[in-house]
């Protein structure tokens, strides 16, 4: 598995910890480090922390940019692997001109699909291409 991929899934992880604790973002990314059985490598495990940051960071921002585009559904009724997948790929689309918007919904798809199931995939998908073409104009 890729780097990159691998920090996603990381931060994945971490996000939904923060959404359903309500901890602090520091304290989840330190209890989840020292959880752990293996190393992990450092650029791995910098990228999800700057994801992670980032998110929790703007979450308002982030929350009401994916509120605006999810026709028909409040982000408090969407499961909360869904809601966090979007807010993490939502953030790279926004917030990392260096991450190519397609690489972060093709991620995000792929993240769906392990985690959620398919029809999360094509949700995912369809919010996040919303974002993408319509939100930056």
């Known amino acids: 598995m890729r780097k990159r991929t691998y920090a996603r899934e ?9 959404d359903i604790t309500h901890e602090p973002p520091e304290a989840v990314l330190n209890n989840f480090w020292q959880s752990q059985e293996n190393p992990i490598q450092e650029q791995v495990r ?6 992670v940051k980032g998110v929790t960071q703007n979450l308002a921002m982030i929350d009401a940019k994916i509120s605006e585009y999810a026709t ?25 001109q260096d991450i190519p918007p397609k690489v ?8 769906a699909k392990k985690y959620s ?11 996040l291409d919303r974002i993408k073409t319509e939100g930056n104009k």
């Open 104 to 111: 972060s919904i093709n991620e995000a798809v792929d993240l």
């Open 72 to 96: 028909n559904w409040q982000l408090k009724r969407m499961a909360v692997v869904d809601r966090n997948i979007l807010r993490l790929s939502c953030y790279e689309l926004i917030f990392r």
């Open 10 to 18: 990381l931060a994945l992880q971490m996000l939904y910890q923060v």
């Open 46 to 51: 910098d990228f999800s922390a700057e994801i």
């Open 117 to 127: 199931g398919q029809e999360a995939g094509k949700f995912v998908n369809g919010v």
